[in-house]
Structures are given as structure tokens and as C-alpha cells.
């Protein structure tokens, strides 16, 4: 069975970090791009990050620009796994986490980088994050 596992949520203070991860069962991320979304409830799901989504390059990354660089994206190849680190988290940063995957080939053909959540197919059961004041 494909599937996705994220983990790594939690509750922090602001200011604090913490790092999420993606992992796959059942394939590799190889010739994937692996986007990271986030949902509060009673709004659509935004796309926040994502790593081998620009035209098709792996590694390659691209953010959200409300994200002012304070979350990084990146990949353990041998194991498999991609990493969101997020640092000075902020109360509007409380969301459910998603990892979700799109075809390499879709990201060559998007036009552009790929963190539309729209394009994904691919989706783990989400992580809760949560960020006091």
C-alpha cells in the first residue's frame, strides 16, 4: 500500500521549532516532488513549501512567501525522508501539517514552482502543530 507518514508535530511556544517529517511506504520519493501543506479548520488547505518542485529538479525548493524564511526544506536520500524545519514558529503558524507527493513529471510540466496542494495526489494523515503565545 502507498501511503505517507508524517510526524513530528507538536505543541511549542513562539519563537520555538520544531521539524516534521515525511515518510514514504510502499515507494521512494525519487521521481517525486514532495510538498508540505498546512489547514486550519474552516479554511482550504495552503501550500507552504515544497522540495523537488521546480521544473522537475530534484532538490530544488520552493516556499511561501508569508514564510519570510523561517521553514526549510529538505531531503535525507538515503533514508529516505523529507524534513520541514520550522523555526520562530508564530500562533499563526498552528495548523494540521500535510506531506503529499506529485509526479517529477508534473513539476517539469507546471510552468512553475509546484505548491499549488491542487496538483498533489499522494497525501499523509497530517501532523497537529500548535504554537502558544
Known amino acids: 500500500e502507498v501511503q505517507l507518514v508524517e510526524s513530528g508535530g507538536g505543541l511549542v511556544q513562539a519563537g520555538g521549532s520544531l521539524r516534521l517529517s515525511c515518510v514514504p511506504s510502499?515507494?521512494?520519493?525519487?521521481?517525486?516532488?514532495v510538498g508540505w501543506s498546512r489547514q486550519v479548520p474552516g479554511k482550504e488547505r495552503e501550500g507552504v513549501s515544497c522540495i523537488s518542485c521546480k521544473d522537475g529538479i530534484k532538490d530544488s525548493t520552493y516556499y511561501s512567501h508569508s514564510l519570510k524564511g523561517r521553514f526549510t526544506n529538505s531531503s535525507d536520500n538515503a533514508e529516505n525522508t523529507v524534513y520541514l524545519q520550522m523555526n520562530s514558529l508564530k500562533p499563526e503558524d498552528t495548523a494540521v501539517y500535510y506531506c503529499?507527493?506529485?509526479?517529477?513529471?508534473?513539476?517539469?510540466?507546471?510552468?512553475?514552482?509546484?505548491?499549488?496542494?491542487?496538483?498533489?495526489?499522494?497525501w499523509g494523515q497530517g501532523t497537529q502543530v500548535t504554537v502558544s503565545s
Open positions: 503529499a507527493t506529485a509526479r517529477a513529471s508534473v513539476s517539469a510540466l507546471y510552468g512553475g514552482p509546484l505548491l499549488n496542494p491542487d496538483e498533489y495526489g499522494t
Open positions: 510502499g515507494f521512494t520519493f525519487d521521481d517525486y516532488a
